[in-house]
């Protein structure tokens, strides 16, 4: 069974940080590329940073220089640094593991909350 497990999120005052945490049991990161995204209320879900197969970096234009994405294969797990925190960045955050380039399935996390609130 495949699980992906999200955590690490809360509430943060405007210009704090947090780090989220995904981790995975049942599939290999190292073989998906992998994504959070995020959805706030009344807003589609988007995605804000993405990290390859092969360890390319993507990174949405309204996090860029603020998230960083970081990969631990021998763990496992995928992470959102996450600096300068802004009201706009409340979401609920989910991870996702992609194969579909090659015909495989995707899968999600049940998402963690962020709310950057003063």
């Known amino acids: 069974q495949v699980r992906l497990v999200e955590s690490g999120g809360g509430l943060v005052q405007p210009g704090g940080s947090l780090r989220l945490s995904c981790a995975a049991s049942g599939i290999w990161f190292s073989v998906h590329a992998v994504a959070w995204y995020r959805q706030a209320p009344g807003k589609e879900r988007e995605l804000v940073a993405l990290?390859?197969?092969?360890?390319?970096?993507n990174y949405a234009d309204s996090v860029k220089g603020r998230f960083t994405i970081s990969r631990d294969i021998a763990e496992n797990t995928v992470y959102l640094q996450m600096n300068s925190l802004k009201p706009e960045d409340t979401a609920v955050y989910y991870c996702n593991a992609d194969r579909s380039d090659l015909g495989g399935p995707t899968y999600w996390g049940k998402g963690t909350l962020v709310n950057v609130s003063s």
């Open positions: 990290i390859t197969r092969g360890g390319s970096i």
